[in-house]
């Protein structure tokens, strides 16, 4: 007996994850992720044991053809007073929000073994992320441009293929590291659209920075989720990893209010505000 199209088990969830995944075209990856999502919200669910869902050891997610991917340093600088300039900010926050799409993706299909929450949250985070990168591409539109139109750089993605045979390094340094970054973002770069009075950008910058707040903190309840299972100090564990992965070092100012909001700890934030002067 099949299951009925509207009941996935977590073999079927993690499976459909890399479908998606791999899906290059990005209207059509956005409304398959929130498709998914809205099946999945009230389903029940069977834990597989499932230890790998394809055979490769490295995966390129589907993308478009373009952006054009280019080195961090080579992405042009972004002049806020001219309308291209929007345009070329407005792109590369895209960019990462479709990066966003593909490694909460990637969070789902890749790690088996965890409990049904852990899977339904990634998801929940792949939908939020479609929407953030819709919004994004709605506007690019109307300033003339499109998704495609700039290069951009992959150094987001770089980290998820460096922690993917470790659960524990992924949930550490993407979400709480290199996507918490944005809750330091996103504010200054809301500052700027408002200076130039782009009304829709500031609220879209403040839909992304709400959302991205729970997506942090998901990161970080599944961190010390992990950390406890495994019978070690989180702290220790996550300045291991920084070293052991060759993490960023991040540098202030850091919006520890909404970092707080995320689950990160007084002692954490003490210590990277320490590291980061």
Not at 181 to 206: N, T, Y
Request: charged fraction near 25%; hydrophobic fraction near 40%; charge should be negative.
């Amino acid at each position: 007996m099949h299951p009925s199209s509207s009941q996935l088990t977590h073999t079927q969830l993690r499976q459909k994850a890399y479908e998606l995944l791999c899906i290059s075209d990005p209207i059509y990856k956005c409304d398959e992720v929130h498709d998914l999502y809205k099946k999945i919200q009230n389903d029940n669910y069977i834990v597989d044991t499932l230890e790998q869902i394809i055979e490769e050891n490295h995966l390129v997610p589907g993308r478009p053809t373009k952006p054009e991917l280019v080195n961090p340093l080579s992405v042009k600088k972004r002049a806020m007073h001219t309308i291209e300039g929007r345009a070329i900010a407005i792109h590369a926050l895209a960019h990462i929000e479709f990066n966003a799409i593909n490694l909460a993706l990637d969070a789902v299909w890749r790690f088996p073994n965890m409990p049904k929450q852990y899977y339904v949250d990634w998801i929940k985070v792949a939908a939020e992320e479609a929407k953030h990168f819709l919004l994004l591409k709605m506007h690019l539109i109307t300033l003339g441009f499109d998704y495609g139109a700039f290069p951009a750089h992959d150094s987001l993605w770089e980290m998820v293929e460096k922690t993917k045979g470790d659960v524990v390094a992924r949930m550490a340094l993407v979400p709480r590291t290199m996507e918490a970054r944005g809750l330091d973002a996103v504010p200054m770069i809301r500052d700027r659209f408002e200076q130039v009075k782009d009304v829709a950008m500031v609220e879209i910058l403040d839909t992304i920075l709400q959302d991205e707040i729970g997506h942090v903190e998901i990161g970080n309840r599944w961190f010390h989720y992990l950390c406890e299972m495994n019978g070690v100090d989180s702290i220790d564990t996550f300045q291991r990893l920084c070293i052991q992965y060759r993490a960023p070092t991040l540098r202030g100012p850091f919006n520890v209010p909404a970092r707080k909001l995320a689950g990160f700890t007084d002692t954490e934030l003490d210590l990277l505000i320490q590291s980061g002067h």
